[in-house]
C-alpha cells in the first residue's frame, strides 16, 4: 500500500501590499509560497448549512468573515491609500476619507482602531473575532460580498494573517515571524514619520506621554461617541491640523523613498533580529527535508470521518495512524524501512514531512546549542 494524500506546494508568489513585498524580495532568497488554504475570496471558514453542528468546529459570521477586527493603519499607509487615484480602489480610500474626517482614533501616527473596538476586543478577542458585526473593520465592503476595500495597502496584521496554513505550524511559524518583523517597522517609521515632519512640541508631548498614562489607557467619551473633541484634536496635530491628509501623503512620499538597508537603518533594532528570524523560517519554510530522528509529537484529534481521523486539522487515514508508533526516535530511514517491511506500506517523504509540518511528528534532534 502506498499513502500519500499531500504534495507539498507548488511555488505561486503570495501578494504582500506593493510596499512590503519590495522589502520583503530583498530579505529573502525568493518567492513565498501561496497559502491556498486559506481563500479570501471564497472564505475557507464558514460552514455550509450543519457543518458546525456536526463537526463542533467554530466557523466565521459570513456577515464578517475574519473581517470582525478593525487594524491600525501607520501613517504612510494611510497616506498611499488617499494617494491611490485607480478607479478599482475607489470605494476602498472612500472609506478611508470617511474615517478621515470623522476624526475618531486620527494621528499623526496613523489611524488606530476606535474606543468601542478596542473596549470590546480586548475583554473577549476569543469569542468575538470572525463573529460580531458590531466590531466589523469599516474597510469592509459588504456590498461586494465582503472584500477589503484596502487590500492593496493593508498593514502588516492583516497581511500575514490567514486562517489556514498549507504547511501546518512551519507556515503558521514564518507568517508569525514576519508579521513581528513588518509591525517592529510600521511603528518605526510611524513615529520617524512624526519626527520628519513635526507637529510641534505641544502635539509630541501628546502622541508621546511621559509616564504610564496615554490617550490609550482612557476611553474619551467624545470619540466614543464618534465625534472627537475639537480642540483636543487639533492640539494632537499641531502645525498639521486642518491639514491632515497633506501630512499622511507627505508619511507616504518619505517612506516611499527608502530601501530595505534605509527601512532597517531607521527600525527598532528588534526589527533586525526579525529579519534574521524570518530569514530562517524561510527556510524551514521552503525545505523538504525530513529530520535525521522523529517520534510523535502531542496531537489533537478532531473527529472521524469515514476511514480518516482529522488530527491537527489533517486528516489522516486509519492505515497511517496504526503506522505513527513506528517513529520512536529511530532514524527516520529505519521506520520508514519498517513500516514498509512490516506493514507494507510506503510513506512517501513529502506525507512524512507534512506530518512534521503539523506537528503529527516531531523532530528528535536536539537544537543547535542545547546540551
Not at 164 to 178: E, I, N, P
Amino acid at each position: 500500500m502506498s499513502i500519500s494524500r499531500t504534495k507539498l506546494p507548488v511555488i505561486q508568489t503570495t501578494a504582500l501590499p506593493p510596499l512590503y513585498a519590495a522589502w520583503i524580495d530583498e530579505l529573502l532568497a525568493g518567492p513565498i509560497p501561496r497559502e491556498t488554504d486559506a481563500t479570501c475570496d471564497d472564505c475557507a471558514m464558514l460552514s455550509d448549512a450543519g457543518t458546525e453542528a456536526e463537526s463542533g468546529e467554530t466557523f466565521f459570521n459570513p456577515e464578517t468573515k475574519c473581517c470582525a477586527y478593525v487594524p491600525e493603519l501607520p501613517n504612510y499607509l494611510v497616506g498611499r491609500m488617499l494617494a491611490d487615484r485607480d478607479a478599482a480602489f475607489a470605494k476602498g480610500r472612500a472609506t478611508v476619507v470617511e474615517r478621515l474626517q470623522a476624526g475618531v482614533g486620527v494621528t499623526p501616527l496613523g489611524m488606530e482602531p476606535p474606543p468601542i473596538f478596542s473596549v470590546l476586543y480586548g475583554r473577549s478577542s476569543a469569542t468575538l473575532f470572525g463573529q460580531s458585526r458590531s466590531l466589523r473593520c469599516p474597510h469592509y465592503l459588504a456590498d461586494e460580498g465582503g472584500r477589503c476595500g484596502v487590500w492593496k495597502h493593508r498593514a502588516s496584521v492583516c497581511a500575514t494573517w490567514h486562517c489556514k496554513y498549507v504547511r501546518g505550524a512551519t507556515g503558521m511559524t514564518f507568517w508569525q515571524t514576519l508579521h513581528k518583523l513588518l509591525s517592529t517597522i510600521e511603528q518605526s517609521l510611524a513615529r520617524w514619520c512624526v519626527h520628519e515632519l513635526d507637529p510641534g512640541g505641544d502635539a509630541l508631548k501628546l502622541l508621546f506621554p511621559l509616564g504610564e498614562e496615554s490617550a490609550r489607557t482612557h476611553v474619551d467619551p467624545h470619540a466614543l461617541d464618534g465625534a472627537p473633541e475639537p480642540k483636543k484634536q487639533r492640539a494632537l496635530w499641531g502645525n498639521w491640523a486642518g491639514r491632515e491628509a497633506e501630512f499622511y501623503q507627505e508619511c507616504a512620499r518619505l517612506v516611499e523613498l527608502l530601501k530595505w538597508p534605509d527601512v532597517l537603518a531607521l527600525s527598532d533594532p528588534a526589527a533586525r533580529i526579525y529579519a534574521r528570524m524570518t530569514g530562517a523560517a524561510y527556510g524551514q519554510l521552503m525545505s523538504a527535508e525530513l529530520p535525521k530522528a522523529l517520534k510523535v509529537g502531542s496531537f489533537r484529534c478532531d473527529r472521524l470521518k469515514g476511514d480518516t481521523q482529522v488530527i491537527n486539522s489533517m486528516e489522516l487515514p486509519h492505515a497511517l495512524l496504526e503506522a505513527l508508533p513506528y517513529f520512536d526516535g529511530r532514524p527516520t530511514q529505519h521506520a520508514l524501512a519498517a513500516i514498509r517491511a512490516e506493514r507494507g506500506i510506503i510513506l512517501h517523504r513529502a506525507l512524512v514531512r507534512k506530518l512534521v509540518d503539523f506537528q503529527i511528528l516531531v523532530s528528535c534532534e536536539q537544537p543547535s546549542g542545547a546540551s
